[in-house]
T-cell receptor, first 113, second 113 residues
Framework: TQLLEQSPQFLSIQEGENLTVYCNSSSVFSSLQWYRQEPGEGPVLLVTVVTGGEVKKLKRLTFQFGDARKDSSLHITAAQPGDTGLYLCAGGGPAGNNRKLIWGLGTSLAVNP | NAGVTQTPKFQVLKTGQSMTLQCAQDMNHNSMYWYRQDPGMGLRLIYYSASEGTTDKGEVPNGYNVSRLNKREFSLRLESAAPSQTSVYFC????????????FGDGTRLSIL
């Protein structure tokens, strides 16, 4: 069974601080996605990475896919209260088993003003 | 641009009652999914439909049935609700293909007494 472990589980920081969230597995994924979920809403896709070593930037958010495609990280620079939410990573299986994502349990981030 | 629409948003049932959760997407997506989200358990796949006319079990299908009514609509039915089915239910869709970037509805909050 493929598992995705996210760390930390909870994170509470002050506005302006930097942070990194990790998503790790012993399995190889064909793609890795990051979602953010706000209270009362469904997850919203932030980014998809598909190539080992790939780095994508979305304003103050930087996403990296590990070289071996087993892990990923999300780095937020100068966090703002609007970044508060649950961050979920999800892995796409290898070709032939790509219809179902493997989900991490999430990192709950609180950014205090 | 509605995306994925779920109805109802809230529902309270008594044990043993039945109900159907509705989901519709207007993005011409091929694949649709039903998840439940519980504290500490993350997102768990109940059923999915890779394409119109097909459905498959996910991780936690017991107690549920689904119908892919057409390309747009995918419903989830609880035949005899149990307190263990108290949860937030999310419907999602994806265009299909090798990268499964999913679009979610805002969820149905279901309580079973």
């Amino acid at each position: 069974t493929q598992l995705l472990e996210q760390s930390p589980q909870f994170l509470s920081i002050q506005e302006g601080e930097n942070l990194t969230v990790y998503c790790n597995s012993s399995s190889v994924f064909s793609s890795l996605q990051w979602y953010r979920q706000e209270p009362g809403e469904g997850p919203v896709l932030l980014v998809t990475v598909v190539t080992g070593g790939e780095v994508k930037k979305l304003k103050r958010l930087t996403f990296q896919f590990g070289d071996a495609r087993k892990d990923s990280s999300l780095h937020i620079t100068a966090a703002q209260p609007g970044d508060t939410g649950l961050y979920l990573c999800a892995g796409g299986g290898p070709a032939g088993n790509n219809r179902k994502l493997i989900w991490g349990l999430g990192t709950s981030l609180a950014v205090n003003p | 641009n509605a995306g994925v629409t779920q109805t109802p948003k809230f529902q309270v049932l008594k044990t043993g009652q039945s109900m159907t959760l509705q989901c519709a997407q207007d993005m011409n997506h091929n694949s649709m999914y039903w998840y439940r989200q519980d504290p500490g358990m993350g997102l768990r796949l109940i059923y999915y439909s890779a394409s119109e006319g097909t459905t498959d079990k996910g991780e936690v299908p017991n107690g549920y049935n689904v119908s892919r009514l057409n390309k747009r609509e995918f419903s989830l039915r609880l035949e005899s609700a149990a307190p263990s089915q108290t949860s937030v239910y999310f419907c999602a869709s994806t265009i299909g293909g090798s990268v499964q970037s999913q679009h979610f509805g805002d969820g149905t909050r279901l309580s079973i007494l």
